[in-house]
Structures are given as C-alpha cells and as structure tokens.
Nanobody
Framework: VQLQASGGGLVQAGGSLRLSCAAS????????MGWFRQAAGKEREFVAA????????RYAESVKGRFTISRDNAKNTVYLQMNSLKPEDTAVYYC?????????????????WGQGTQVTVSS
C-alpha cells in the first residue's frame, strides 16, 4: 500500500488542523493505521492509531482530548483532527499502516509509511 499524507501547515497556538492520509490499493480496510510525529532532533513518536473498523483507538497521553483519529474505508483515507494545538505539537507528521493484529505504538511494527507533512504551531 502507498500512503500520501497532507493537510499540514502553519497555525497559531490554540488553532486546529486536519491531516489526511490517502492510501492506494484495495486492501486498505484490512490495515491498522497510525499517526506518528517527529520533531527536529527527536525520535519519531506515536500519536494515535485506529483499528480496521474504527472500533478500537489509541492515543498518546500528550494528545488525548485534543486529537481525534478516524478513517473512511470507502475513501481509503485516515484522518487526524488536531484541536487546541500547542507549540510542542510542531513536528513532521507521518501516517503508517500495519498488518499486525493489534494497535501498536511502536513505529518499528508498522509496515508502510507516508512521506510526512509538516505541522508548525506558533506561540
């Protein structure tokens, strides 16, 4: 599967952005999908993940209550709605797909990656 992330940009603290990740291929609905981010000079970190049906979701503690992950299998797309953004949310955001059977927070356990989209939150 090929993944294409979009929707990043520059926003003021307290603002919102919605990221999208479009997937190619006819088996999108069978993948667990995740969002990760990597700030300059830091390791890639887990943000959120969603099961194939959307019935199971996990969030990093740092984004819980502010970010919402969702997916539309008919459109082969996963979304990340980001509200109440903070300067510490500034990073390159990546979507990823996993064929394994649970919602992993470890980037090493994801099989496919998009190219990343920059999110910059100004104070």
């Amino acid at each position: 599967v090929q993944l294409q992330a979009s929707g990043g940009g520059l926003v003021q603290a307290g603002g919102s952005l919605r990221l999208s990740c479009a997937a190619s291929g006819r088996t999108f609905s069978s993948y667990r999908m995740g969002w990760f981010r990597q700030a300059a000079g830091k390791e890639r970190e887990f943000v959120a993940a969603i099961s194939w049906s959307g019935g199971l979701i996990r969030y990093a503690e740092s984004v819980k209550g502010r970010f919402t992950i969702s997916r539309d299998n008919a459109k082969n797309t996963v979304y990340l709605q980001m509200n109440s953004l903070k300067p510490e949310d500034t990073a390159v955001y990546y979507c990823a797909a996993r064929t394994g059977s649970y919602l992993s927070t470890d980037p090493k356990e994801y099989d496919y990656w998009g190219q990343g989209t920059q999110v910059t939150v100004s104070s």
